[in-house]
């Protein structure tokens, strides 16, 4: 009996000490689960700046606040579709499908993302034909994808160059994540 009751202490320390640990990782658990919105909603501030600064025709701008939606959440598409677009502007044809490529790890089943990679491939000389072939898959419908698979589907890098340096590019969207 003097054995039971000694134990009853060790008992209840365990218990406590049980309880506590099950309630910091249900607070650890909920802080984690509220940091992802957090993040998510400062990448999204940055990314509409980024569509604003180009609107304004600043892809400095745009690609500084692109960069800040990136550093918040990584994982999102839109902010290097914005980059992309910025590096097509400069004739940086190969940073630019860098861009397009890791966009496209985020959302695989873009088509505008990959209309945008063959043309920038096409432009620096880069085989475009898959990407074109793969836009027009995702958008048979859409006179932007199909006209790129059309154009890009030569054999020879300068004919990619000529006709991808024709082509458009849709500009990042609002809302595209």
């Known amino acids: 009996r003097a054995r039971q009751e000694a134990e009853q202490p060790v008992a209840r320390a365990r218990v406590r000490v049980g309880q506590i640990a099950l309630?910091?990782?249900?607070?650890?658990?909920?802080l984690a689960v509220a940091i992802l919105p957090a993040r998510l909603a400062v990448s999204e501030a940055h990314y509409e700046r980024s569509l604003d600064s180009l609107a304004a025709g600043d892809c400095a701008s745009a690609a500084s606040e692109a960069d800040a939606a990136l550093d918040a959440l990584g994982s999102r598409a839109a902010p290097y579709h914005v980059r992309a677009w910025c590096e097509l502007q400069d004739a940086r044809y190969g940073a630019a499908a860098q861009n397009l490529e890791e966009a496209l790890r985020s959302d695989p089943d873009n088509w505008a993302l990959f209309q945008a990679l063959?043309?920038?491939?096409?432009?620096?000389?880069?085989?475009?034909?898959?990407?074109a072939r793969r836009a027009a898959a995702l958008n048979p419908l859409g006179e932007l994808s199909v006209a790129t698979r059309d154009a890009l589907r030569g054999e020879r890098p300068a004919g990619w160059r000529r006709a991808a340096s024709r082509l458009d590019v849709t500009l990042p969207e609002s809302g595209d994540r």
Do not use: E, T
């Open 23 to 30: 309630r910091c990782a249900g607070v650890a658990v909920g």
């Open 118 to 131: 063959a043309v920038a491939r096409g432009r620096a000389g880069l085989d475009p034909r898959p990407a």
